[in-house]
């Protein structure tokens, strides 16, 4: 398949690069920075500009199948409230309608939208906003994001990811109620992903996953 692939060269956007490679698919991804720290492949076309540029994310999505958006803020960010996420979701799902594109495939955070019904008590009151700010400022912006894709016409599937980290694969993954823990490998994470992109199963919904 003719994936692009918005955010490649965060921490998570890198394994699901490989991930997307190992499976042959034709992958294109937008950086802002050139092509330093990306893998050599035959099927690997990179483009730089912004994610923020209308005209540059149309002429990205132009002849595409897939659209994987795993965009970030750079870690942790910088703990300051941000539309970043949003506003690019916004022009990627505006162009993906405009060119007919269907298949979209997010990454958003276990505690956004209808999720957070399910974090204990003590974390969503206390944690959260007290201890984990930066966290919360980032789900801020998922909950932002995520009804701009599940209001789209695009086969949307939205995955909520819990703290990722990076240790071997267990090769094995929870889906929404099945048992979800706080962390999910990183191989792991990507290969739920990608396994989206083929898999329809999750179309129009947002499991929540981990180990």
């Known amino acids: 398949m003719k994936v692009v692939i918005f955010g490649a060269t965060g921490f998570s956007g890198k394994a699901i690069l490989n991930e997307a490679l190992v499976h042959d698919h034709q992958v294109t991804v937008l950086v802002r920075n050139g092509s330093a ?3 050599k ?11 923020l540029d209308r005209n540059t994310v149309k002429s990205v999505l132009e002849n595409q199948e897939v659209v994987i958006q795993c965009l970030g803020v750079g870690g942790k960010g910088n703990g300051k409230p941000t539309t970043f996420i ?45 201890f ?3 966290l919360k400022v980032l789900i801020d912006d998922k909950n932002r994001m995520e009804p701009i894709i599940m209001n789209s016409r695009t086969n949307w599937t939205i995955v ?22 706080l962390s999910i490998t990183l191989h792991d994470m990507a290969a739920f992903m990608v396994k989206q992109i083929m898999d329809t199963s999750y179309s129009t919904q947002a499991p929540s996953i981990s180990n």
């Not at 492949?41 to 994610?51: F, S």
């Not at 956004?112 to 009151?125: D, E, K, L, R, Y």
């Not at 909520?160 to 823990?181: A, E, F, Q, Y």
């Open 37 to 39: 720290g990306l893998p």
């Open 160 to 181: 909520r990811c819990p703290n990722i980290v990076d240790k071997p694969s267990k090769g094995k993954c929870h889906h929404s109620g099945d048992g979800l823990k």
């Open 86 to 130: 949003s506003d690019a979701t916004k022009i990627i799902v505006e162009e993906m309608e405009k060119l007919g594109i269907d298949r979209l495939i997010a990454m958003s955070n276990v505690g956004a939208g209808n999720s957070i019904a399910f974090q204990p008590w003590v974390f969503t009151n206390i944690i959260l906003p007290y």
């Open 132 to 134: 984990m700010k930066w």
């Open 41 to 51: 492949n035959k099927n690997l076309t990179v483009v730089v500009g912004n994610v």
